[in-house]
């Protein structure tokens, strides 16, 4: 069995526009949450079991687009992985706020960002 697609985050230099964007398109609520400096999460009303969502501020440049966060059961193991089949870190281990894990991005072959969560 595959690993799932748990978080989806599209991350812009005009975070309100592109959020404004996909609230239109989709008809999904994103609320601005004041304790994550202009980052809100999304709710895309997909039902009980709906892949997470945030759209936010860009935290580097060439940050900005769409990053899938796949779960992982060990952090370290997927980004041992994922080097072994050619990619490099963008962004080390770090902790979630709120206890909600640990994730790290790594680059794909075509250098596209996907995201480990464990």
Do not use: C
């Given at each position: 069995m595959g690993q799932p697609v748990a978080f989806f985050e599209i991350t812009s230099t005009?975070?309100?526009?592109?959020?404004?964007?996909?609230?239109?398109?989709?008809?999904?609520?994103?609320?601005?949450?004041?304790?994550?400096?202009?980052?809100?999460?999304?709710?895309?009303?997909a039902g009980p079991d709906p892949i997470g969502g945030g759209i936010g501020p860009s935290q580097a440049p060439g940050d900005?687009?769409?990053?899938?966060?796949?779960?992982?059961?060990?952090?370290?193991?997927?980004?041992a992985r994922a080097s072994e089949l050619g990619a490099d870190t963008l962004a080390p281990p770090m902790e979630l706020p709120g206890g909600y894990g640990r994730i790290a991005v790594v680059s794909d072959p075509d250098g596209n960002p996907v995201g480990l969560w464990a």
């Amino acid at each position: 069995m595959g690993q799932p697609v748990a978080f989806f985050e599209i991350t812009s230099t005009a975070p309100e526009k592109v959020r404004g964007f996909y609230t239109e398109l989709f008809g999904w609520s994103a609320e601005p949450d004041p304790d994550m400096d202009g980052y809100a999460m999304v709710d895309t009303g997909a039902g009980p079991d709906p892949i997470g969502g945030g759209i936010g501020p860009s935290q580097a440049p060439g940050d900005t687009g769409v990053k899938l966060y796949v779960r992982v059961d060990d952090l370290e193991a997927g980004l041992a992985r994922a080097s072994e089949l050619g990619a490099d870190t963008l962004a080390p281990p770090m902790e979630l706020p709120g206890g909600y894990g640990r994730i790290a991005v790594v680059s794909d072959p075509d250098g596209n960002p996907v995201g480990l969560w464990a």
